[in-house]
């Protein structure tokens, strides 16, 4: 029989609470129901509002993955949804996990969460830049750091705070409050971006995606800036072996990252850290931290 547990007033049946989710860790599905709960106050904030995608896993990595943006079958009608018309479905509607029972009922599900760069009820308005560092081999996130200093002192000089996070796969995100602006302008400050990093660190930065170009290098993908794009949140899980996490960090760790191991991040890490610094991306959420787009 399903167990039925009560969040916050709503029932929600939680299915297969041991079964092994993460295999090189032997993390079960119960232990990512439970690290969800134990995040929610800083995850939360940070999908509020926002229509969300899925890259579901209830296998885990190893078996079937598949990303989608409908509302699953079997969706609850208190969990809220936004409409985001496509060209294919002028009525789609995206799920919005706006309180811990709406996040459990999808953590139940065995997903990523994805967001894109804007808030339901301004479509196509930015309130936040990223641009996603992506090492190709035998590049490493250290590489990534290297290229992540630049970018932070290059936005500093337009008047622009960046935040850090790992992707919680081989790579680093940056983050920039702004104040809302059209997601087709922002990508396009975003590639220029990524075209002057390329032009001062030639031997380390490429802004085209041809992987021909990659080995070596690191992919500064400006990409996910479109209105139509998203980005792993953060304090998501990752469909991986091991329970990886991505993981909003420090400059200084940034700074001082000498080997991959250094910014590798997997649940049971992240109570401490937490408990250590807080929500670290805090600050994108305060719109007195927005900086005007250049």
């Not at 409409?83 to 009525?91: A, E, I, L, T």
């Not at 993908?221 to 794009?229: E, V």
Request: aromatic residues 6%.
């Amino acid at each position: 029989m399903t167990p039925i547990t009560e969040v916050e007033g709503r029932r929600l049946p939680l299915s297969n609470l041991e079964k092994v989710i993460h295999p090189a860790t032997g993390t079960t599905k119960g232990e990512i129901l439970h690290y969800y709960a134990t995040v929610a106050p800083h995850l939360l904030p940070h999908l509020r509002g926002r229509p969300l995608s899925f890259l579901r896993y209830p296998d885990g990595p190893d078996g079937q993955l598949f990303f989608t943006k409908n509302p699953p079958p079997g969706t609850p009608s208190w969990v809220k949804a936004a409409p985001v018309p496509r060209s294919d479905d002028k009525n789609a509607h995206q799920v919005m996990v706006q309180d811990l029972p709406s996040l459990m009922w999808a953590a139940n599900l065995v997903v990523e969460f994805h967001t894109p760069q804007w808030l339901a009820d301004a479509p196509a308005r930015a309130d936040r830049l990223v641009l996603d560092l992506d090492p190709g081999a035998p590049a490493t996130v250290v590489e990534c750091c290297r290229v992540a200093r630049w970018l932070r002192d290059r936005l500093a000089a337009d008047g622009l705070e960046a935040y850090a996070k790992t992707s919680g796969a081989k790579g680093l995100h940056l983050y920039v409050p702004l104040r809302p602006a059209p997601s087709e302008r922002v990508q396009s400050y975003a590639r220029q971006l990524a075209v002057e990093a390329e032009e001062e660190l030639p031997e380390l930065v490429v802004h085209r995606m041809a992987k021909a170009l990659r080995p070596g290098k690191v992919f500064v993908d400006h990409s996910q800036n479109n209105a139509a794009k998203t980005t792993a949140a953060p304090y998501t899980l990752r469909a991986r072996r091991e329970p990886s996490v991505s993981a909003p960090v420090t400059w200084e760790e940034v700074e001082s990252c000498g080997e991959p191991a250094r910014l590798a991040f997997l649940l049971a890490d992240m109570a401490p850290r937490l408990a250590a610094h807080g929500d670290l991306l805090a600050p994108l959420l305060d719109p007195d931290r927005a900086g005007p787009l250049p």
